[in-house]
């Protein structure tokens, strides 16, 4: 049997006439198919799927061969797959939403894609794979660095993760490439792994002040984040989000529509540079128990005692080359904004080695902002980006975490900056899975005794003063 490894959500379009499929890199690599491999094609009118395999089928098939293109960035060939027919038709149309599900077993793959099958009042959780350590769920995943916070501390585990943006997408298959992956709008997410907690961490443009400020996003988004953790059966649910989020009324209405399942909650604003992050991130972090006895052996970690690094010690080797820019035409520019960018502190906006507090990395670090930090030249003329090196040593990324070749520089800054504080989440983390350990002592505690005392009450003394069990 083929284990379901990806499934993405995407809007039919047309080639011609005719009903597109078309199948990107993220689909193709994830069933293990590269350019110039047969593919079996098969329409089946009676399930309404189409399916495209990478071995023949036992009934007639239509042959291609998957193409591909070159990666600008990686300077790599890619697959894809672009076929359009007028048979499609009568399974798929075009602007309908179609699910594209990749099953993978060894060097067999199948993907089928079909009308999108999703049901609100309905929840579907998938079992997962054994594994003794605690299974993550990750909605709103990004590009995973949450999740791999968690992993690092070696006692969680990835089962699936639910992110919208292809090119995350995409790095989150690279790292968890036995994780299930929904790639799509969480609404259209249907199919939830079985999950012992949730990591949600929802949009937050609106609340940020490094935000966009685009509108009330995530009132829409409530009801399939309460449908996602509800289906995933967890015992734990971890939010992590600007303390705005926590103020407004779509996240009351979320956490309404949970209190029946996870009537304890834990709440905590904890700012990153006091667990020695040297940006600081001010966040607010949530933990929901479904249990009262795990709710009350959980409490948020205290901040670490002990001496801070400072800049220089997550800085770059002298060997790597940089970029340098002019303090002058950047100091030019700043004064030629409106006023209200002029009256901006700039105490933390150009920063040498010694410094041991730099500003928060946004995601649009790579534009020029006074609320960003950069690195100050030694003659104090020129300044600098940090490094994706340097981000990632400052967030405490995990080493084994890695970018996808063709992720481009600019987005590798943007998902690390709409990443979190890992140092944070792990102390988090580690207290969670000191919950879960407690929890498991205490049941196998429990069946001891219970069985204990089955066997004492099982037992008697005969009026010779021997033993004697009663059956």
């Known amino acids: 049997m083929m284990n379901q490894v990806l499934k993405k959500v995407y809007t039919i379009s047309q080639k011609g006439e005719s009903p597109r499929v078309w199948l990107q890199s993220l689909v193709l690599e994830a069933a293990g198919i590269a350019e110039g491999d047969p593919l079996y094609i098969n329409i089946d009118e009676e399930n309404e799927e189409i399916t495209v395999q990478n071995h023949s089928l036992d009934d007639a098939g239509h042959l291609v061969h998957a193409s591909g293109r070159l990666n600008k960035t990686s300077n790599k060939r890619r697959p894809l797959l672009d076929s359009a027919k007028k048979e499609y038709a009568s399974i798929i149309s075009i602007k309908q939403k179609v699910e594209v599900c990749v099953y993978r077993k060894g060097l067999k793959s199948r993907i089928v894609i079909r009308p999108l099958h999703f049901k609100l009042m309905e929840n579907c959780t998938q079992m997962t794979p054994k594994d003794d350590r605690i299974k993550i769920l990750s909605v709103g995943a990004g590009c995973g660095i949450g999740s791999g916070a ?54 937050c443009n609106q609340f940020s002040t490094l935000g966009n400020g685009d509108g009330s996003v995530i009132e829409n988004l409530v009801l399939a984040a309460f449908k ?77 005692k002990g001496r801070r690094k400072k800049l220089k010690n997550f800085l770059d080797g002298k060997h790597v080359v940089h970029e340098w820019k002019s303090i002058e035409t950047w100091m030019t520019n700043f004064e030629d904004r409106d006023s209200s960018w002029r009256d901006r502190n700039l105490d933390k906006t150009f920063v040498d080695g010694e410094c041991q507090q730099i500003n928060c990395l946004p995601k649009r670090y790579r534009g020029q902002s006074a609320s960003s930090s950069y690195v100050l030249s030694e003659d104090k003329k020129s300044w600098r980006f940090l490094s994706e090196n340097e981000i990632r040593r400052i967030l405490d990324v995990p080493s084994w975490f890695e970018f996808c070749d063709h992720t481009p520089v600019t987005r590798r800054i943007e998902m690390l900056g709409q990443s979190v504080s890992c140092q944070v989440i792990k102390a988090i983390g580690n207290n969670i899975a000191t919950t879960f350990l407690r929890q498991a002592y205490k049941k196998t505690n429990d069946a001891a005794r219970v069985l204990k005392e089955k066997v004492e009450q099982a037992v008697s003394i005969t009026t010779n003063g021997q033993l004697e069990l009663l059956l």
């Not at 128990?289 to 205290?302: C, G, L």
């Open 150 to 203: 968690l992993i690092d501390t070696k006692y969680f585990t990835a089962v699936q993760e639910i992110e919208l943006e292809d090119d995350s997408a995409e790095v989150l298959k690279h790292n968890y490439p036995n994780s299930f992956l929904f790639n799509g709008d969480i609404r259209d997410c249907h199919e939830v792994a079985k999950s012992d907690i949730a990591l949600v961490t929802l949009p």
């Open 228 to 304: 996602i953790i509800k289906s995933s059966q967890s015992k734990i649910v971890f939010f992590e989000n600007v303390p705005a989020f926590f103020t407004d009324p779509s996240w009351h209405l979320l956490k309404d529509l949970l209190k029946d399942d996870y009537p304890y909650f834990a709440e905590k604003n904890i700012e990153a540079w006091d667990f020695k992050s040297i940006a600081t991130r001010n966040r607010t972090y949530v933990v929901a128990f479904k249990e009262f006895d795990m709710f009350t052996n959980f409490q948020f970690p205290a901040p670490p």
